[in-house]
């Protein structure tokens, strides 16, 4: 068994990009964000050998880990499959509930926007990012983020994809219609779909209500399609919105607060979160 120190070693010795290009596989990355030492882990294909790839960010629950986040999304072996590069970020701000978290309610504490903006430019700094396929995604509180992140970075990022926590941040303000595709049971336990007396003090709203917001927010009509995917799972779309944006929400009656898809728990397996998602964002890219 490696021991979680001789791990953080050898990652780090696999972080040392060869001739100015990053090593294919998973690697430990630090920087400095805010006066703050931060870290995350990239995954690059195994095909990479210098193009134009995707950069997709996939952000770990409250109180996780990257390493969790990995083995949640399987996003690895999809960026194998499809070539495109994975930044997997370490949280450090602590919440009303628990730490290693973000700040997705724009709460005094690291900046967690800016950390983004600074995670792209050391990944630029080895690999051949596609600047107009960023994504973010996230689990529960790194959904949230990538909800603020969606309204602030909405000239950064080409879609988002919240799992199991999209909310609609106070103040949203963004500069233009991003594509949103979201997933949530109805019997999340954690993260409410109907927001109650006992929600966690960061969860203000409900899913429907926020929903609602980003609709009007990317100007989508307020008539949706929706489709049956499976007993108990039911797509609705709006794909008349601003531009060429869209917003796709898989709403599951069983699943709790889990990845759909993941061996996490009592998970639905009749959809796979991580390969819709990146269905969907293959889509999409920012226009010039």
Not at 130 to 136: E, L, M, P, Q
């Amino acid at each position: 068994m490696i021991r979680p120190y001789l791990l953080v070693v050898l990652l780090s010795i696999l972080s040392v990009p060869v001739s100015g290009q990053e090593n294919s596989g998973l690697s430990l990355r630090e920087l400095s964000s805010g006066g703050e030492p931060r870290s995350f882990l990239l995954y690059l294909p195994d095909s990479y050998s210098g193009e134009s790839i995707p950069l997709v960010f996939s952000f770990h629950g409250s109180g996780g880990i990257p390493q969790n986040q990995v083995t949640t999304t399987g996003f690895d072996t999809l960026a194998d499959q499809h070539g495109f590069a994975v930044v997997f970020p370490t949280g450090a701000f602590t919440n009303s509930v628990t730490a290693r978290s973000w700040n997705a309610n724009i709460d005094a504490g690291v900046d967690d926007v800016q950390f983004v903006r600074d995670m792209i430019e050391d990944v630029a700094e080895s690999v051949n990012i596609d600047r107009s396929r960023i994504y973010t995604s996230g689990f529960s509180g790194g959904a949230r983020m990538s909800s603020r992140l969606a309204c602030e970075l909405s000239d950064v990022l080409a879609a988002a994809a919240p799992v199991a926590g999209l909310q609609y941040p106070d103040g949203c303000t963004p500069s233009r219609a991003i594509p949103i595709i979201s997933f949530h049971a109805m019997d999340d336990g954690v993260n409410q779909y109907e927001v109650g007396e006992n929600s966690r003090p960061y969860w203000r709203m409900g899913v429907e209500t926020a929903l609602d917001k980003w609709r009007q927010a990317i100007d989508c009509a307020l008539a949706n399609n929706d489709e049956d995917i499976a007993p108990g799972i039911t797509m609705y779309a709006w794909n008349n919105c601003g531009d060429t944006a869209e917003i796709h929400f898989f709403v599951t009656e069983t699943g709790g607060h889990t990845w759909p898809g993941s061996s996490s728990g009592s998970a639905v397996q009749d959809i796979d979160a991580s390969a819709l998602i990146w269905e969907f964002f293959r889509r999409h890219r920012l226009e010039e």
